[in-house]
Structure formats: structure tokens, C-alpha cells
């Protein structure tokens, strides 16, 4: 496995890259393999993907590894990092860019120190207090929410955007919005503070990952968005008609 790559990308890490933050889940694999799914969210125009691996344990670790692979080499032929949630051995493992842990994971101080300087840190920050700590810790990023509610976290509440636009001013570093983000919803991240949004059905769960289906008016301010399917879910090229709702990014 290790014989892909003999030294660790060193991409540079830049804000625009959270604009479109496709996150995985397998739940919405089907037709399409994982490793499929993330090339059309790629083609689609996704500025930055999170393998998510919410059940990994020692028994399937090679299993997962083998698909981080597959993914890390897409990711590398878009020149889009890959991060890893909340698994460092995974992270190294298949030389991503970078690390995304929350709360409840390792500390961020600890992370980073095992990163090294040169890949991305990204830590869930759901208060001030703790954007300002995971911001000393040496993060590059923070991710916020849960914006809209989630139906991946059973126990995730919804943040007010007062709360996610005073994380956003009380550091220097760069905040993406996460939770239940969708194209009926997403207009109203408009005047928001957060650099992008993280997104999980939304783009996987779309029948067509990377074109829409059918056209329809947004009620976000932008008339050429585009529903694509069910509960308003979206191809990733239509989410950057959204761009608007990023600050100076």
C-alpha cells in the first residue's frame, strides 16, 4: 500500500477549499461505489472531500484502507485535499492531506503535534470557547454546526446562525458550515459568515451526483439554482451558485 506515494503531498492549504466540502457516507452507495460516488462529487466541482468511517474498527482496516487509496489517488488527479475523520492510523496510512477530529476525539493539540506542520487540521468547534482553544491547538479550519439538524448524528442540535457567525468572528481561521445542508435550506446560510459548507446527502444521496435533473426556482436569492431529486438534494455543480453566501471567500 505504501509504496503509492514516497513522500506526503504537501498541499497547501487555502480557505476556498471548504467551499464545497463533500462528505461521505455510505449509507447512499448503490449504483455507484464509494469510489465512484467521490469522483462524480470531483467532476461535479466538490473543493474538498472527508472520507467518513464512522464504524472502522481493526477487523476491517485493510478493507477501508484499500478505499482511502482509491479515493486519495482521485482526490490527487483533481489536486482537492483528502481528509480523514476522527482517524489518525487511517490518515497516515493513506497519506491524506489531512485530519478532521471533533470533540470527543483526540485533542487537537495532540493531533497536530502527530500530523506534523504540513497537513491540514481540521476540529468541530460548536462554542466560542472552543473555536478560540482548537484555533491555538494549531487547527487550520473549523467546522461548524449542526446548522440545520442531521440525520447523520442522532444527538446533534441545531446552532442558531448568531452562534455559528460569532465562532466565525472570533478567529482567524476559516469556518465551514455542517448539518443537514441542502438546497432548500442552504440560501439561508446567505450573509453567513462561514467560508463553505460541508455537505453529506446532500450531494451523495443526489440521484445524479454531478448534474441536476430538473430545473426549479431557489429560495436562496439565486434563480438558476436547480432541485435535483428528493428532499431538495443537489448536484455538486449547483452548489456553486451558491457561491454568494460565502464572505470574502
Known sequence: MTGHWR??????????????????????????????????ALKGGATMVQLREKELDKGNFEEVLRTAWDIRRITEEYNVPLMIDDNLELALACRADGLHVGQNDMEASEARRLLGPDRILGVTAKTVDQARKAQAAGADYLGSGAIFGTSTKADARPMTMETLNAICDCVDIPVVAIGGICLDNIGRLAGS?????????????APNIRRHRKAGKSNGGDNTAVRAGPAGRLSVRKWKKYKNFVKNH
Open 7 to 40: 513522500e506526503v503531498r504537501k498541499l497547501r492549504f487555502d480557505r476556498r477549499q471548504l467551499l464545497i466540502y463533500a462528505v461521505t457516507d455510505k449509507a447512499w452507495t448503490g449504483k455507484l461505489s464509494l469510489k465512484e460516488q467521490v469522483e462524480e
Open 193 to 205: 459568515h462561514a467560508a463553505g459548507a460541508a455537505i453529506v446527502s446532500g450531494i451523495f444521496g
